[in-house]
T-cell receptor, first 115, second 113 residues
Framework: KAGVTQTPRYLIKTRGQQVTLSCSPI?????VSWYQQTPGQGLQFLFE???????NKGNFPGRFSGRQFSNSRSEMNVSTLELGDSALYLC??????????????FGSGTRLTVV | KQEVTQIPAALSVPEGENLVLNCSFT??????LQWFRQDPGKGLTSLLL?????REQTSGRLNASLDKSSGRSTLYIAASQPGDSATYLC????????????FGTGTLLAVQP
């Protein structure tokens, strides 16, 4: 079966712009989580969605937002981009909010570069 | 504060060696623990998932153990190969209000041919 699909794979944006990243979870998975990975901070949790509702949010500024659609696809948006937002953004899907029997499956990520 | 630590940060071994990667966590009330592999510039590949009620899991040359009481997990790789070279990440999942994965900083493994 198809894995977690993230688009686009690479993005280059200018400071002050906004960006939208997309994630399609594994078919049947209802939970989608987003993580930011940087060399300095490692992997940090952004937020989690389940059945179109944000269930949990990490310690990021309000410029970071997301949503989930009825087909479980999720988008995250970053407004007023800063240089420090340059990172690999990873999406993970799971069957339920507990990480379930099968844990989390990650996508290949979107590499965002802010110049 | 829930923290996950991995030791060593980097490891270089000759091909064929058996090796152990360590992961420790401060809060033992975990739901499960997952080991991932990450190749440079890529996403995360799940290796093994251990539920809180389990002591170990095995997949091929990989064996992961879990000791909740001491807050430790180990990933054992048998007969290492150059293709095993990657960063290995340990992630602890806490349920309830903290429903997220908390990652360690990873161990960068290089297996020399």
């Amino acid at each position: 079966k198809a894995g977690v699909t993230q688009t686009p794979r690479y993005l280059i944006k200018t400071r002050g712009q906004q960006v939208t990243l997309s994630c399609s979870p594994i078919s049947g998975h209802r939970s989608v989580s987003w993580y930011q990975q940087t060399p300095g901070q490692g992997l940090q949790f952004l937020f989690e969605y389940f059945s179109e509702t944000q269930r949990n949010k990490g310690n990021f500024p309000g410029r970071f937002s997301g949503r989930q659609f009825s087909n479980s696809r999720s988008e995250m948006n970053v407004s007023t981009l800063e240089l420090g937002d340059s990172a690999l953004y990873l999406c993970a899907s799971s069957l339920d909010t507990t990480g379930g029997t099968y844990g989390y499956t990650f996508g290949s990520g979107t590499r965002l570069t802010v110049v | 504060k829930q923290e996950v630590t991995q030791i060593p940060a980097a490891l270089s071994v000759p091909e064929g060696e058996n090796l152990v990667l360590n992961c420790s966590f401060t809060d033992s009330a975990i739901y499960n623990l997952q080991w991932f592999r990450q190749d440079p510039g890529k996403g995360l590949t799940s290796l093994l998932l251990i539920q809180s009620s389990q002591r170990e899991q095995t997949s091929g040359r990989l064996n992961a153990s879990l000791d909740k009481s001491s807050g430790r997990s180990t990933l054992y790789i048998a007969a290492s190969q150059p293709g095993d070279s990657a960063t290995y990440l340990c992630a602890v999942h806490y349920g309830g209000a903290t429903n997220k994965l908390i990652f360690g900083t990873g161990t960068l493994l290089a297996v020399q041919p």
